[in-house]
């Protein structure tokens, strides 16, 4: 008859996610009613003895676990490196602690964390434990940062596939080509499919570029080349779906694909001295592809510097470019091609993505930089542009 009742807390099921929970026995002077649960449950297992024999052992042993929270003494045994994920709430940092042998019970750290007020302040990321400890001790492991494993790496916006690998590796010390092999498969690094559509009837060979979103990153201790990229593509994911980017540039931006924007975001992360412009630039992306622009290409020199990249060539300033890179007919990013490249020409950051899918509204063909600051003049006309080249001139930055 024991295993009918229902005694209270089971590790399978501990209420709302996230939220402080507390004892369901009242507390005297703040300090937990154990022994009291304890003396109770003794006597209503002495009442089992004497009428259920030997059974009662097993019964004793639920009606403790329901009013005593199994929990571990002291500051635990052996170490253990435990990763608390970006976004957990509390009873997800409980799960895992649990599952990593930390802490004795879900609930042993669930109930530590609501009477510790700071438990609020447990940040992600990867930490030094020790298996087990007790709850209390957990939540102040936890809270000190002398426990957490700092790996950082910051990918700044507007760098390419190529660089950030090298960036990653020298971090990490993960040959560059393992980044490159797991690349190869975006859609297996979490990538939907969808995302590689665009509506200009150009075949789409998907590609990373554009989705290992610039962030600081803390690379855990034992993470593969394949697992980092994973991260970086569940970020982006993460931010566009917070601006709700595709559902916005396909509502808004005149039936081109998100991936379409994203390439128009990596454009104006390139050509944009001043996250000002970001917007504009963009604008004169879709002006240009889609607009009165005559040959409807881009003529932004910025791909010819992606494609000698990718071909293990030294990028140059446009000054420099030959007229046979300005206009290579191999290069599939020629800046005279029509409609937008094949692919975006780096990783945008949230402000350029801001700016390609909700860009300001102007009939602008060309910008040049006219000030240190990389603020740019923009002009509907040649003969605009050309006036603004003077004043760049003059001040010395063309």
Partial sequence: MIDDLDLGFDEADRGEKGRHRRSYVRKRNGKGGGRGRTVLALLLALVLLGGIGGGAFYGFDRIQNYFVTPDYEGAGTVEVTVEIKQGALIADMADTLYAAGVVKS?????????DNSRSRNIQPGTYKLRKQMSGAHAVNALLDLKNRIVNGVTIPEGRTAKNVYKLLSEKTKIP???????????????????WFKRSDGKKVKPSIEGFLYPDTYEIPPKATAESILKLMVENFLTVTGQMEFADRVQKERGGITPYEALVVAS???????????????????????????????????????????????????SKDM???????????????????????????????????????????????????????????????????????????II
């Fill in 176 to 194: 560059v080509k393992e980044f490159e092999t797991a690349a190869k498969d975006p859609i297996g690094l979490g990538v939907p499919d969808w």
């Fill in 106 to 114: 879900a609930k042993a750290f669930v109930e530590a964390a609501a």
């Fill in 267 to 317: 454009l104006a992360q390139a050509e944009a001295g001043n996250k000002d412009d970001l917007g504009k630039v963009a604008r004169v992306a879709y002006n240009r592809v889609y607009g009165e622009f005559p040959c409807g290409c881009l003529e932004m020199d910025v791909t010819v510097n992606y494609y000698l990249e990718l071909i293990g060539k030294p990028t140059k300033a």
């Fill in 322 to 396: 030959t007229d046979a890179e300005l206009d290579d007919p191999k290069n599939p990013y020629n800046r005279k091609l029509r409609g937008l490249p094949p692919t975006p020409i780096n990783n945008p950051g949230k402000e350029a993505m801001a700016g390609a899918m909700d860009p300001p509204p102007g009939k602008w063909l060309f910008f040049v930089a006219i000030d240190k600051e990389g603020h740019s003049a923009f002009a509907e006309t040649y003969e605009q542009h050309q006036r603004n080249e003077a004043k760049a001139r003059e001040a010395g």
